[in-house]
C-alpha cells in the first residue's frame, strides 16, 4: 500500500487539505503533554480543534489538528478552510512527519481517497485521555473560560455560516443543537430572525 503519491495528489492539487487541516492522532507526538501542545501550537501550523459527539456524556471531544488560514491557535467551532501547511508544492511537512489524518489518508485518482489502517474517529478518539489537558491549554492560551470560549466561538461560527449561507456545513446540525442559544442570536444578528417567526418568515429571511 502507498501511503504518498505525489503524481496524484499534485494532480488533484490537494482538494483535502484545501477543506481543512488534517488531524493529529496524539501518537503523533512523542510526548503528550500541556507543554508539548504548547509548543507545537507556538510553531504556528496546529490549533486545538473540537469535535461534537452527541452521543458521548460530553459531546465534546477535543483533538489537534493542523491549522486553517486565518484560524487561531484554539479553533473549536471551526468552519472549514485552507491548511495553513499546504504549499504550492504540497504538504510542508515530510510523510514521516505529517499527522496521521494526513499520513494514512490514500490518494485514489479517482478522487475516492480514504483511510487506511484507521479511521478518522480512531484518530481523534486517541486524544480522549487527554481532554482535561487540552481544555486546560485553551483555557491558559486564551485567558477565557472553556465553556465561555467554545460558546463565543460557537457564535462567530454561526454569524460566519449565515453570512456566507454554507446550510450545508457539516458540523451545522450538531452546533445547532449543542448552542441554541448562540444560534438564535446569530440568526437575530444576521437576518433580523426572532424566536417567535413563523417557519415561513425565517425561511423567507435566510434564503
Ligand atoms: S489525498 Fe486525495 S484529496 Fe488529498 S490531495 Fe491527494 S488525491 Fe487529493
Ligand atoms: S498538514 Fe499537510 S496533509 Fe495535512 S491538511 Fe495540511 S497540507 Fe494537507
Known amino acids: 500500500m502507498e501511503l504518498e503519491n505525489k503524481d496524484i495528489c499534485s494532480k488533484c492539487g490537494g482538494l483535502c487539505c484545501k477543506q481543512t487541516g488534517c488531524y493529529y492522532s496524539a501518537d503523533d507526538l512523542k510526548v503528550v503533554s500541556s507543554k508539548s501542545v504548547k509548543d507545537l501550537l507556538d510553531k504556528g501550523y496546529t490549533c486545538i480543534s473540537s469535535d461534537v459527539f452527541l452521543m ?3 459531546p465534546i471531544l477535543l483533538s489537534l489538528r493542523s491549522r486553517n488560514k486565518n484560524a487561531s491557535k484554539i479553533d473549536l467551532v471551526s468552519y472549514s478552510r485552507y491548511c495553513t501547511a499546504l504549499s504550492p508544492t504540497g504538504c510542508i511537512y515530510s510523510l514521516e512527519n505529517r ?4 499520513k494514512y489518508l490514500i490518494p485514489n485518482k479517482d478522487g ?5 489502517k484507521v479511521t478518522l474517529i480512531d484518530i481523534i478518539e486517541s486524544w480522549e485521555p487527554y481532554q482535561q489537558m487540552l481544555r486546560s ?17 460557537a457564535q462567530d461560527y454561526f454569524e460566519y455560516i449565515y453570512q456566507h449561507q454554507m446550510y450545508d456545513h457539516n458540523n451545522l446540525t450538531e452546533y445547532r ?6 444560534n438564535d442570536r446569530a440568526l437575530k444578528k444576521v437576518f433580523g430572525i426572532s ?3 413563523s417557519l415561513e418568515a425565517r425561511m423567507a429571511k435566510m434564503f
Open 56 to 58: 458521548r456524556e460530553d
Open 99 to 102: 499527522p496521521s489524518g494526513g
Open 112 to 116: 475516492d481517497c480514504d483511510y487506511y
Open 137 to 153: 491549554v485553551c483555557e491558559s492560551v486564551s485567558g477565557i473560560p472553556f465553556d465561555e470560549l467554545i460558546r463565543i466561538q
Open 177 to 182: 443543537i449543542l448552542f441554541p442559544e448562540e
Open 195 to 197: 424566536k417567535s417567526d
